[in-house]
């Protein structure tokens, strides 16, 4: 059962716009976020975070939005440069559950000049 | 920073032998390990977790027999995939949690011919 879901495998931008990746979960016991990116054949790369008693949280062009009575979050990158292109995965975990990180199916971010 | 070193990072075997994948955390001590798996185009599915010193605790679907992990030491997890067939192929990432966050390995990549 997916608890953590990511419904827009893919999203195409253009540089120097804002792109925006969503998530949503389930799992109302999960208290602590994060995106990842990652590259096929390596491991994932992390980019930020956000615990649950904040609703946004901000690291250069990276801004992650929580909203809990939602269950939704989302990660905003701007301005978007052709570097970012990359599969961004979105996590979450609970203390309740020993902190393992529970991912959703990622969304494939393409930067186009 | 924390860095956890995965190896081998691709390895290929016949079907019916049995495969150790090492992740060794370098300049830490990881107590918790997670194991992940993850298939083309799906997300990293949590597999089991490892805490030093004691049995893994495994995810429902998961076969413990089949994917014998070893925490032996504070810096050092294995995951041994026995008798592999070719549907265990995948990519395999560990992931230690401690101070610094989550650190993933750089994962390995398992083809069984």
């Known amino acids: 059962d997916q608890q953590v879901k990511q419904n827009s495998p893919s999203l195409s931008v253009q540089e120097g716009r804002i792109s925006i990746l969503n998530c949503d979960y389930t799992?109302?016991?999960?208290?602590?976020f994060l995106w990842y990116k990652k590259y096929p054949a390596e491991g994932p790369t992390f980019l930020i975070s956000?615990?649950?008693?904040?609703d946004k949280n901000e690291d250069g062009r990276f801004t992650v939005f929580l909203n809990k009575s939602a269950k939704h979050l989302s990660l905003h990158i701007v301005p978007s440069q052709p570097g970012d292109s990359a599969v961004y995965f979105c996590a979450a975990s609970a203390a309740n559950s020993g902190y393992a990180l529970n991912f959703g199916k990622g969304t494939s971010l393409l930067v186009t000049p | 920073g924390a860095v956890v070193s995965q190896h081998p990072s691709w390895v290929i075997c016949k079907s019916g032998t049995s495969v150790k994948i090492e992740c060794r955390s370098l300049?830490?001590?990881?107590?918790?390990m997670f194991w992940y798996r993850q298939f083309p185009k799906q997300s990293l599915m949590l597999m089991a977790t490892s805490n030093e010193g004691s049995k893994a605790t495994y995810e429902q679907g998961v076969e413990k027999d089949k994917f014998l992990i070893n925490h032996a030491s504070l810096t050092l997890s294995t995951l041994t995939v026995t008798s592999a067939h070719p549907e265990d192929s995948s990519f395999y990432i560990c992931s230690a949690r401690s101070s610094y966050g989550y650190t993933f390995g750089s994962g390995t990549r398992l083809t069984v011919v």
């Open positions: 799992n109302s016991m999960f208290d602590y």
């Open positions: 956000i615990s649950s008693i904040k």
């Open positions: 300049d830490f001590q990881a107590t918790t």
